[in-house]
């Protein structure tokens, strides 16, 4: 029974398409302890892709059938004009993959299944009205009748026949109190799917954080349990640029318990963002959180081992961790810019950093002053490191840490040229966190353009800068949009994005 995977080949290859914004019967048998759904538009992947049409999908496919079924998904008896849903669960503490689509044509199906069991040890059996193949002690099964297709898979225990038809049944057989359409918020999610979308729940939160190793370290205790808290993100793939929005809807409990972990603040900064070059920039990210509740968090997550970050903190600056964070507001902005041609250095940085208490500064500058050439020039410190100019100044309460020629001269005289609210980062600055990435290396400098050449740019990195124009990221404590900007406009973006996957592939040999 080893081939018998290629039915998972299948359930992917049929990904194939629809137009209508109408939610299939389907969910409704979706149990209500499925913690986490996923919604294909499948028409639009298949044909936004060109999925037939890629190589890195159809050259290791051995089975002429499956390979059919990729190139042409209207052989496979599956309704392409709905959506299909993923969904996981538990049994008996055992995670189980459960995929579910509607059939358009069972017969064509039941064909389709039958010809890829020739050459395997498994048959159809008829069972309370459905079709079914449960090999025995294997980690997948399936089962369909006129309507539906119900495929599950566990990918850490072998289940038995007997167990997998009665999982199977069950889930046919669901009442609609015992189904996820029970919930309010996954209806709402239905009525928002776009080409792709996932829908989580935090149900079963400490059960997935204990089965995680990545946890266990951790010395971290949810405060409550998480039910009836929910998790929301949709991608759709546009011509020229990717967009995802992610929402979080907390119930009420959770939401004034909330109050410790939420850290993000309502808002960035504005001061920051006017102090900030932006007139050729290449990376710019800024956020305001609430640092006495982040401090508490890291150290709910970190235990002991913040107090050893702040003693290597006092050792390294002379001013301990505890200090620093007391004395800053939670305010941060960093941004990059290419600096004008000509320039001793390809790039100008600069970083900021709201405070409370400006004698931070001072203190941290007797430390530099031990390695470093630190003069006062008024208002700011200047800097010199290995003939490298810093300047590191106070300005509405932020702290500026630069080497931009001229700044303090900018920002204390006629202002400067132009600032991070008047670049491409103030698209993505309405909430507390923001982000922007130039991925055009074009625009760069043409010496930073020279010594990424020369250094030998990495195959990947070169790969991307073909293909992305920009990220650009906006977040807040229950929301965030993402902007993947390709550089073909006239191009879908889910193409773009498989095209760069193919061409990164083709360096690697994909191992049997």
Same mark, same amino acid.
Request: proline letters at 3%; charged letters at 25%.
């Given at each position: 029974?080893? #081939?018998?995977? &290629?039915?998972?080949?299948?359930?992917?290859?049929?990904?194939?398409?629809?137009?209508?914004?109408?939610?299939?019967?389907?969910?409704?048998?979706?149990?209500?302890?499925?913690?986490?759904?996923?919604?294909?538009?499948?028409?639009?992947?298949?044909?936004?892709?060109?999925?037939?049409?890629?190589?890195?999908?159809?050259?290791?496919?051995?089975?002429?059938?499956?390979?059919?079924?990729?190139?042409?998904?209207?052989?496979?008896?599956?309704?392409?004009?709905?959506? !299909?849903?993923?969904?996981?669960?538990?049994?008996?503490?055992?995670? &189980?993959?459960?995929?579910?689509?509607?059939?358009?044509?069972?017969?064509?199906?039941?064909?389709?299944?039958?010809?890829?069991?020739?050459?395997?040890?498994?048959?159809?059996?008829?069972?309370?009205?459905?079709?079914?193949?449960?090999?025995?002690?294997?980690?997948?099964?399936?089962?369909?009748?006129?309507?539906?297709?119900?495929?599950?898979?566990?990918?850490? #225990?072998?289940?038995?026949?007997?167990?997998?038809?009665?999982?199977? &049944?069950?889930?046919?057989?669901?009442?609609?109190?015992?189904?996820?359409?029970?919930?309010?918020?996954?209806?709402?999610?239905?009525?928002?799917?776009?080409?792709?979308?996932?829908?989580?729940?935090?149900?079963?939160?400490?059960?997935?954080?204990?089965?995680?190793?990545?946890?266990?370290?951790?010395?971290?205790?949810?405060?409550?349990?998480?039910?009836?808290?929910?998790?929301?993100? =949709?991608?759709? =793939?546009?011509?020229?640029?990717?967009?995802?929005?992610?929402?979080?809807?907390?119930?009420?409990?959770?939401?004034?318990?909330?109050?410790?972990?939420?850290?993000?603040?309502?808002?960035?900064?504005?001061?920051?963002?006017?102090?900030?070059? %932006?007139?050729?920039?290449?990376?710019?990210?800024?956020?305001?959180?609430?640092?006495?509740?982040?401090?508490?968090?890291? #150290?709910?997550?970190?235990?002991?081992?913040?107090?050893?970050?702040?003693?290597?903190?006092?050792?390294?600056? %002379?001013?301990?961790?505890?200090?620093?964070?007391?004395?800053? $507001?939670?305010?941060?902005?960093?941004?990059?810019? %290419?600096?004008?041609?000509?320039?001793?250095?390809?790039?100008?940085?600069?970083?900021?950093?709201?405070?409370?208490?400006?004698?931070?500064?001072?203190?941290?500058? %007797?430390?530099?002053?031990?390695?470093?050439?630190?003069?006062?020039?008024?208002? =700011?410190?200047?800097?010199?490191?290995?003939?490298?100019?810093?300047?590191?100044?106070?300005?509405?309460?932020?702290?500026?840490?630069?080497?931009?020629?001229?700044?303090?001269?900018?920002?204390?005289?006629?202002?400067?040229?132009?600032?991070?609210?008047?670049?491409?980062?103030?698209?993505?600055?309405?909430?507390?966190?923001? *982000?922007? *990435?130039?991925?055009?290396?074009?625009?760069?400098?043409? $010496?930073?353009?020279?010594?990424?050449?020369?250094?030998?740019?990495?195959?990947?990195?070169?790969?991307?800068?073909?293909?992305?124009?920009?990220?650009?990221?906006?977040? $807040?404590?229950?929301?965030?949009?993402?902007?993947?900007?390709?550089?073909?406009?006239?191009?879908?973006?889910?193409?773009?994005?498989?095209?760069? !996957?193919?061409?990164?592939?083709?360096?690697?040999?994909?191992?049997?």
């Amino acid at each position: 029974m080893k #081939k018998f995977p &290629v039915l998972l080949v299948l359930l992917v290859a049929i990904v194939a398409s629809s137009c209508s914004r109408k939610v299939p019967e389907i969910v409704h048998n979706i149990p209500d302890h499925a913690f986490l759904v996923t919604s294909l538009h499948p028409k639009q992947i298949y044909d936004k892709g060109q999925i037939g049409t890629m190589d890195i999908f159809t050259k290791k496919i051995r089975n002429k059938i499956v390979l059919s079924l990729v190139k042409d998904p209207l052989q496979s008896g599956i309704d392409i004009s709905e959506y !299909m849903f993923i969904f996981v669960y538990f049994i008996d503490d055992q995670p &189980v993959i459960g995929t579910t689509a509607v059939i358009k044509d069972s017969d064509k199906f039941a064909s389709t299944i039958g010809n890829l069991l020739k050459d395997n040890e498994g048959q159809v059996i008829d069972h309370k009205g459905y079709s079914m193949v449960t090999p025995e002690d294997e980690e997948l099964a399936i089962a369909w009748n006129e309507k539906q297709v119900i495929f599950l898979s566990s990918p850490q #225990k072998n289940f038995t026949a007997e167990e997998w038809q009665t999982e199977l &049944v069950s889930l046919y057989d669901l009442s609609r109190e015992e189904a996820v359409t029970s919930i309010v918020d996954f209806n709402k999610f239905t009525g928002k799917m776009k080409d792709f979308n996932v829908w989580f729940t935090g149900d079963e939160l400490k059960k997935i954080m204990e089965k995680t190793n990545a946890f266990k370290e951790m010395q971290f205790e949810l405060p409550m349990e998480l039910y009836n808290n929910y998790g929301q993100v =949709f991608v759709d =793939f546009s011509d020229g640029a990717m967009y995802v929005h992610s929402e979080t809807h907390f119930s009420d409990d959770v939401t004034k318990a909330a109050e410790s972990f939420l850290v993000a603040k309502e808002s960035l900064n504005k001061d920051l963002l006017k102090l900030t070059p %932006g007139n050729n920039l290449i990376l710019a990210m800024a956020f305001s959180v609430e640092l006495d509740k982040m401090v508490k968090m890291m #150290k709910n997550f970190g235990g002991t081992q913040m107090d050893s970050v702040s003693g290597k903190i006092e050792k390294a600056t %002379g001013v301990s961790g505890d200090v620093m964070l007391e004395a800053m $507001s939670g305010d941060f902005v960093l941004a990059i810019n %290419g600096s004008p041609e000509g320039a001793s250095i390809p790039v100008e940085i600069l970083i900021g950093i709201g405070l409370d208490d400006e004698t931070l500064q001072d203190k941290l500058m %007797g430390t530099v002053n031990n390695m470093a050439q630190v003069e006062k020039d008024g208002d =700011f410190f200047m800097i010199n490191v290995n003939g490298m100019e810093l300047y590191s100044g106070i300005v509405n309460g932020i702290w500026v840490i630069t080497n931009v020629s001229g700044y303090k001269s900018a920002v204390t005289g006629s202002g400067l040229e132009k600032t991070l609210s008047e670049s491409k980062f103030n698209d993505y600055a309405g909430g507390s966190m923001g *982000m922007y *990435m130039n991925l055009d290396l074009t625009t760069y400098p043409s $010496s930073l353009q020279g010594m990424m050449a020369q250094g030998g740019m990495p195959g990947m990195l070169e790969l991307v800068a073909e293909s992305m124009s920009y990220i650009g990221i906006e977040g $807040s404590n229950y929301e965030n949009d993402i902007t993947v900007k390709t550089s073909k406009e006239k191009e879908n973006s889910l193409y773009t994005l498989l095209q760069l !996957m193919e061409k990164a592939a083709e360096g690697k040999a994909w191992s049997e």
